[in-house]
């Protein structure tokens, strides 16, 4: 069972960071898509593939996700970490294969702050907290409307890509922002999206608690 929940985040995570990256390399090349494609593009692939792979793997695509989930005791401290090394896995091989394709363009789509990275840490944290709580909100809540879960989820991808992206990239998510950072070389500021990331997830996660209880 764990290997078929394995193989699903991975390829997740792998499209995942294949379509939403490469649409922005792909935006650099040809200048054809825009910020708002680019924002859209990752709202599309997130709804599409939680409606792929939720049933099977719960759909995270996101070791912050995961990191919530483990802290709520929805997944085991053992099937939590085997999800985040797939998940950076999948994120890796996809950079790869744009690094292939297109060569070192636009960093591979890598997250990377505008202005300072404390603005960034901060719209970060904010933003997976929110990601957070509308998964949670959506998908898991016993009394959720569980089939517009991938909509709500998708669309609140789309529209924080959509107005916090170019400000902080909008990553939301480490192995997002960890597998084009790596593959390209722009490392510099990694450390940012991998944990403000999971402190917003992990943040909500306690907040729903009381919350829903």
Known sequence: ?????????????????????????????????????VAITFGLVVMALIYTFGHISGAHFNPAVTIGFLVRGDISLRDSIYYIVTQFAGALFASFTTLLLFGNVANLGATLPSFSEG??????????????????????????????????????????????????????????????????????????????????AVVASLVYKTIKE
Request: with cysteine; glycine share 12%.
């Open 1 to 37: 069972m764990l290997k078929k929940k394995l193989i699903a985040e991975f390829i997740g995570t792998y499209f995942l960071v294949f379509a939403g990256p490469g649409a922005m390399v792909i935006d650099d090349i040809t200048k054809s898509i825009s910020h708002v494609g």
């Open 119 to 200: 603005q960034s840490f901060t719209l970060e944290f904010i933003l997976t907290f929110v990601l957070m709580m509308v998964i949670l909100g959506s998908a898991v809540h016993g009394k959720a409307i569980k089939e517009f879960a991938g909509l709500a989820i998708g669309g609140t991808v789309g529209l924080m890509a959509m107005f916090a992206g170019p400000i902080c990239g909008a990553s939301m998510n480490p192995a997002r922002s960890l597998g084009p950072a790596i593959v390209s070389g722009a490392t510099q500021h990694l450390w940012l999206y991998l944990v403000a990331t999971v402190l917003g």
